[in-house]
Nanobody
Framework: EVRLVESGGGLVQAGGSLRLSCAAS????????IGWFRQAPGKDSEGVSC????????YYGDSVKGRFTISADNAKNTVYLQMNSLKPEDSAVYYC?????????????WGQGTQVTISS
C-alpha cells in the first residue's frame, strides 16, 4: 500500500525557516516522482516543488524559487522540503503526493498534509 506521511509544519515568523518531511512507504523513491503542493484557505492548490529521484530532476514553482529546496534521502525513503525566508503568503496546508513516473504526472496518492503558518 502506498502511503505518505508529512511532518514538520508549524508556526514561525516571517523570515524564518521550516523543513517539511514526507515519509513514503509501499514503494521506493526511485520508482516515482514526489511533489509538494500547498493550499491556502479560499485559494486553488499550488504546485510547490517536485523531485524525480531516479534521475535527479527537480522543479520549483516561481513563487518559491531561490527560497525552497527539495531533496530526497533514498535510504530513509523520505523527501524533504527546506523552506527559508518564509513569507506570510507561504501559509497553507502543505501536501506531498506521488506523481507517477515523472513530475509531469497527475497526483496518484496524497499525504494527510501539514499546516504551515507564517506570522508577519
Amino acid at each position: 500500500e502506498v502511503r505518505l506521511v508529512e511532518s514538520g509544519g508549524g508556526l514561525v515568523q516571517a523570515g524564518g525557516s521550516l523543513r517539511l518531511s514526507c515519509a513514503a512507504s509501499g514503494f521506493t523513491l526511485d520508482e516515482y516522482a514526489i511533489g509538494w503542493f500547498r493550499q491556502a484557505p479560499g485559494k486553488d492548490s499550488e504546485g510547490v516543488s517536485c523531485i524525480e529521484s531516479s534521475d535527479g530532476r527537480i522543479y520549483y514553482g516561481d513563487s518559491v524559487k531561490g527560497r525552497f529546496t527539495i531533496s530526497a534521502d533514498n535510504a530513509k525513503n523520505t523527501v524533504y522540503l527546506q523552506m527559508n525566508s518564509l513569507k506570510p503568503e507561504d501559509s497553507a496546508v502543505y501536501y506531498c503526493a506521488v506523481l507517477g513516473y515523472s513530475c509531469g504526472g497527475a497526483p496518484r496518492s496524497w499525504g494527510q498534509g501539514t499546516q504551515v503558518t507564517i506570522s508577519s
